[in-house]
């Protein structure tokens, strides 16, 4: 009989082998799919839009360390001409430079209170469409009839004003204020003038009004309402950065397409604000047909939406004799609506003469938000008396409002704010780190504005009482004065859009118009919380700050500050690398282009391969009651950079699935050692018989050893399709590791086959052995008498035991690995379900591997249960015999299996070593329990 058909009559050595086998192919194939999810995850996140920051060469080196998400200081400290070195590298694709302008404080709209008061059509209003050439109103025959939420008698109204503003967590009253008087309908009245008629809306007769404080102003009655000014609303503080609208483009690509205006903008000798301001109050006084409004009234390209609010700031600085002739415009793209939660609210009631209340009439509120434009604004800031309708759109394009927008021209400040100061706390194991904001000092928000609508005498402060808020960012002082700037609107920018086009895991931010939100996770007790997202304070100096207010060019920059193009205004740098593919392609690339960069004397940071991270961060003495008790936020969460993030994740991950892969072939190589070792003597029969006919001790082993080649020339086999299908060193070297142990198993089993008969001790007289009466007894006395075999299942279990706790520690050990970027938890989310095949697949392996070296000694067993029985064991005796000598066998394999796994633990991953020896040990349980179930 050839050795393959000896090899094929053996089914143990044949299972054992083609266990083997599965199990190396299956390891190598799940490997396969492991590494090729990790570099495929990685790749597509790991590369956002820009490669390199490039800041000042005085910056401090983060050095693969956490960044904040504020690349903006305001302080500058990169040139013009340096900028055109960057651009000039080689491998350089887009150089976006980005700055911070300046601080501006300005004066929110003007409220109003609209009452509707419709007195119907009328010679005024007929007048009026005529004079106005207006052609899309209403026909006369279609205006419905007068319409009033006022009665015909005046009647005495309480409206009261409440402005409240939201952090997300804490409400805060900025004012609540109220004002007295009476209300009627209007009357349309006719008066003999010089030269003819006139035609007039009025009040009743009897009608006080209701007047605030100043700067409000009180009560007119127009043909559709009764307008009440309300009191103002706060002063907000925004921020304006600085870019390159050209290169701004290039980067953000289709996201940037609001920054298109921009870059059409004039140069410095087009943008004077007495020039720019006369042309255009020129063009008003023109007047504007029903056609103009439907097209967008557009002038120099210009829609009227956007160029109305700048005249009307025009005006106001020239009545304030701010503008001087070195005035600039400021071209800019302003953000669309605030994301500072500011309500206001207005509550009506109908009172007596003794300011009794006699029925409420409702409330109305609008967010501050609600079509709100930093800097200028074309619509009023208008709240309805309720149950009213606005009858304007009978008007038709006659019917749009337009209103002055801000209370007064802006202040432009570079005493600005830059980023919050942190104090790092200690190293979590997965690298995370905690932070600690550090106060700056309390700044006054909600002030009032220095003048009155007339411009002439103070305001009256009473009617709204500044409030104090926590500043945790640092105040900075750049630039000198310059002339008094004039902003113009030349179109809006979506703060969300532009951070989305960044995306969401390997996100970076590119400046202050895409902040990273604020999270309150835990109260100032450190207990969990529902997430709330904050928002950021009035004063724009808090811990959350909203997006930037405006974008303005490098001339607009020079305006404000008054600063040339030899000054060092440039805070940072992003850039691109013209180099096509995922991260893992381009990254020496890119480290060649930073290398090239920092060669100019700058400081260079590679972000690509970088992942944002969850920084948790502790805000204290974040709050002042009106009674001055200061009072922690609690902790925050805000996504910042981790730089080096994808290398860090890849090796991670590969070094874990190649430990996972070594792990299940290792310990499925050992148990097949002592498996063939076993199935050895169990041959040595055959070996006494052959030794019996002549054949000499060595033609004898190689008749054994001819049949165990046999399953390594399978091995060899299937090793060789995986290696040229896989063409990865790591499938190359666990199938030879794995054919190399079988080898060594199979001439170690060879070398110890001693074909000689055993001898059996000559019968004593009286026999002094012991009587075996009990099934502990027998067990031990049996697995003595064949120590080796019992032995051999004793390291198999022991090996299991090893294998099961280093397969736990690896898997344990995943997220601290990794890290604990938004990479990383993608990562590990998407090859958790490959990495827990794989580790199943070692412990089934071995567990199988295990069973079968146990079952090699079943023959022998059956014959001495058949005996026993003979002698009168019951299946309850034999059962207990079973589980004493598994019993007996993982007790001798349970230091092997605990050394084994805190011992390979200690390597992987020290801090699991507790993990991986309980895990041993539940191995070894389920092998005693699978090995001493029921049998027939």
Known sequence: MNPAARFLR???????????????????????????????????????????????????????????????TGTGGITAA?????????????????????????????????????VGYNPNTEAFISQQGISDAAPKAQWPAPDSVLSAEPKRYRITAKAESSDGKNNTVLFENSAQGTLG????????VAGGTSVRTVAPEGETGIKFPDPAGGTFHGNFDATIALPVLPQISETVVAVDPI?????????????????????????????????FM??????????????????????????????????????????????????????????????????????????????????????LGDEYLPFASSKPFELRWPGGKDYNYLLGSGGIQVASGLYQPAKWSTNFVSSPEYTAGKAEANGATDQTVIPQGWVQVNQLPEKTLSWQTEADKTQREPVEEQSYRQSLKAGTDASTPLPFVFGTFDADSVRA?????????????????????????????????????????????????AITDYTGLAAVRGTSTDDAVIDAVRVRVNAAGSWQSTREEIAAVAADIAALGLHTEIVAGSAREDVTINVPEYRKDNLGTVSDLGTVA??????????????????????????????????????????????????????????????????????????????????????????????AVVAAAALVIYLAASFTSAALLKPHPRQEPAPVAGDKSP??????????????????????VAVSVGVLGAAAGALVAVLVDLPRAVGSSALSVLAVNQLSGLNLALALLGVLASLMLTLITGRFDLPRKRAQWATLSAMGWGPALLLQLRRWEAGILAVLALPLAILGSVAITLVIAPHAVLRAALAAILALLIWFIVTTRTRK
Not at 91 to 110: C, M, N, R, T, Y
């Open 82 to 118: 340096e900028l055109n070195k960057v651009r000039g590298v080689s491998g350089v694709a887009v150089a976006a430079p980005i700055s911070l302008v300046s601080k501006v404080i300005q004066d929110a709209q003007v409220p109003q209170l609209k009452a509707t008061d419709y």
């Open 638 to 731: 805000q996504s910042w950079v981790r730089q080096g993030s994808a290398t860090g994740v890849q090796n991670a991950l590969s070094s874990s699935s190649v430990a996972l892969l070594a792990l299940t072939v290792g310990g499925a190589a050992l148990v097949t050692a002592a498996s063939t070792i076993t199935f050895t003597r169990n041959r040595r029969t055959e070996a006494v018989t052959l030794r019996a006919m002549g054949w000499t001790r060595r033609k004898i082993r190689s008749w054994f050893l001819n049949e165990l080649l046999v399953g390594g020339a399978a091995i060899l086999a299937v090793a060789a399709v995986v290696v040229a299908l896989s063409r990865s060193w790591v499938t």
């Open 10 to 72: 053996s089914r143990s050595l044949v299972v054992t082998v083609v266990v083997l086998i599965a199990s190396m192919v299956l390891s190598v194939f799940i490997q396969e799919r492991a590494q090729v999810a990790i570099n495929d995850v990685v790749d597509k996140n790991a590369r956002g839009i820009y490669d390199i920051l490039v800041l000042p060469k005085d910056t401090e080196d983060a050095g693969g360390t956490l960044r904040q998400p504020d690349v903006l």
């Open 501 to 549: 086009a960044a995306g969401d895991i390997n996100y970076l931010p590119l400046g202050g118009y895409d902040p990273t939100p604020l999270t309150l996770t835990k109260d100032a007790q450190g207990k969990d919380v529902d997430p709330t997202t904050l928002s950021p304070g009035l004063s724009g100096a808090g811990l959350a700050t909203q997006s930037a207010g």
């Open 247 to 279: 290169a701004e483009q290039a980067l953000l690509g289709d996201a940037g397409s609001f920054l298109a205006p921009l870059a059409k903008a004039p140069d410095a000798s087009g943008r004077n604000a007495e020039e720019v301001g006369g042309r």
């Open 185 to 192: 309908q209007a009357k349309v009245v006719t008066e003999k």
């Open 282 to 367: 020129n063009r008003m006084s023109q007047g504007f047909s029903a056609e103009d409004v439907k097209s967008g009234i557009e002038y120099e390209g210009l829609p009227f939406k956007y160029w109305s609010p700048f005249l009307f700031q025009y005006q106001s600085a020239k009545e304030a004799g701010s503008l001087t002739k070195d005035s600039q415009v400021i071209p800019m793209v302003v953000r669309a609506g605030t994301e500072v939660n500011l309500k206001y609210t207005v509550t009506i009631e109908e009172i007596d003469d003794a300011g009794n209340t006699i029925a409420k009439v409702g409330s109305v509120s609008k967010n």
């Open 771 to 792: 009587m075996v009466d009990n099934a502990k007894q027998y067990a031990a006395r049996q697995l003595l008498t064949n120590r080796f075999n019992a032995a051999a």
